[in-house]
T-cell receptor
Framework: DAKTTQPNSMESNEEEPVHLPCNHS???????IHWYRQLPSQGPEYVIH???SNVNNRMASLAIAEDRKSSTLILHRATLRDAAVYYC??????????FGAGTRLAVHP | GAVVSQHPSWVICKSGTSVKIECRSL??????MFWYRQFPKQSLMLMAT?????????EQGVEKDKFLINHASLTLSTLTVTSAHPEDSSFYIC???????????FGSGTRLTVV
């Protein structure tokens, strides 16, 4: 089954950039990489997704390795509201999203 | 943007009773809906995938007779936990996708507590 691996936790200071890595070595050529984040007792919130090229939106940037076996979510200036669990997910067939363990991001003032 | 409404947000039920959770796509047609379960401090675990008008496809280890999923319309899917027991207490989350460019939109989750 599709599997992603991420560090368990990371820390950042407010207004500093954060780079959250993810390995997805089993990804197939047509499966997108999706990133979500989750606050306690809430459903996951969409952050960004991409296929091959680097992607930017108002929340973050996604840098995808040339071999697509890894990617990095970049928060350009972390805020306290960015503290959450970040999930890197890949499609696991039949369009289903398989979640890895996620990275718990702590942001310090 | 795409919105998925999940109801109720929390429910407490007695052991042995059944509980129904609803998941509605408010502004798009959800051709596929997914149901996840999440235990405290753990990740989301996919339970099943349902396509409108078809039987749900359950992940390995998920009891289809215990977790009944109905996806009778393009905007509504329901998950019924039958004969609930305390070990079924968990956070249940639905997700929906329509055309590919909608991505995956998640509901806000339902906290089920079985006493």
């Amino acid at each position: 089954d599709a599997k992603t691996t991420q560090p368990n936790s990371m820390e950042s200071n407010e207004e500093e950039p954060v780079h959250l890595p993810c390995n997805h070595s089993t990804i197939s050529g047509t499966d997108y990489i999706h990133w979500y984040r989750q606050l306690p007792s809430q459903g996951p919130e969409y952050v960004i997704h991409g296929l091959t090229s680097n992607v930017n939106n108002r929340m973050a940037s996604l840098a995808i390795a040339e071999d697509r076996k890894s990617s990095t979510l970049i928060l350009h200036r972390a805020t306290l509201r960015d503290a959450a669990v970040y999930y890197c997910t890949q499609e696991g067939g039949y369009n289903k999203l398989i979640f890895g363990a996620g990275t718990r991001l702590a942001v310090h003032p | 943007g795409a919105v998925v409404s999940q109801h109720p947000s929390w429910v407490i039920c007695k052991s042995g009773t059944s509980v129904k959770i609803e998941c509605r796509s408010l502004d798009f047609q959800a051709t596929t809906m997914f149901w996840y379960r999440q235990f405290p401090k753990q990740s989301l675990m996919l339970m099943a995938t349902s396509n409108e008008g078809s039987k749900a496809t359950y992940e390995q280890g998920v009891e289809k007779d215990k977790f009944l999923i109905n996806h009778a319309s393009l905007t509504l899917s329901t998950l019924t936990v039958t004969s609930a027991h305390p070990e079924d207490s968990s956070f249940y989350i639905c997700s929906a996708t329509g055309l590919r460019n909608y991505g995956y939109t998640f509901g806000s989750g339902t906290r089920l507590t079985v006493v």
